[in-house]
């Protein structure tokens, strides 16, 4: 019983470790808030948004945006203040240029 458990929490984690879409929330609580720098030199994390859904497996640079919450893989609301967000991303137009600023966030590796 507890391996049949424990299987089941490891399986929902790699699942989540491999996500890819993501959904705004307009209000109320999401895995994430985030601020949308107007520069790079502002930014934790600076995005890409991918056409596909595939495109964004794996990657914490790369998003794709679903159109439905129960789609996504992790939830964001975008915030006004700086200082009330979890992750400051800047988005960016060339796949080449999306990655990590701040190679040492706490969120780095949990967005895929």
Do not use: P
């Not at 720098?37 to 056409?51: F, G, I, M, P, R």
């Amino acid at each position: 019983m507890k391996k049949s458990i424990l299987m089941v929490v490891l399986l929902g984690i790699a699942v989540y470790c491999t996500a890819g879409a993501v959904y705004v929330v307009k209000s109320g609580s999401a895995d994430f808030k985030v601020w949308v720098a107007k520069s790079k030199s502002d930014a934790d994390l600076c995005v890409y948004e991918a056409d596909y859904k595939s495109d964004a497996k794996n990657k914490d640079q790369i998003w794709y945006f679903e159109k439905s919450k129960s789609s996504a893989d992790f939830t964001i609301r975008i915030v006004e203040s700086k200082s009330s967000a979890d992750l400051k991303v800047f988005y960016v137009k060339n796949k080449s240029e999306a990655g990590w600023k701040n190679k040492s966030h706490a969120l780095q590796g949990r967005l895929k």
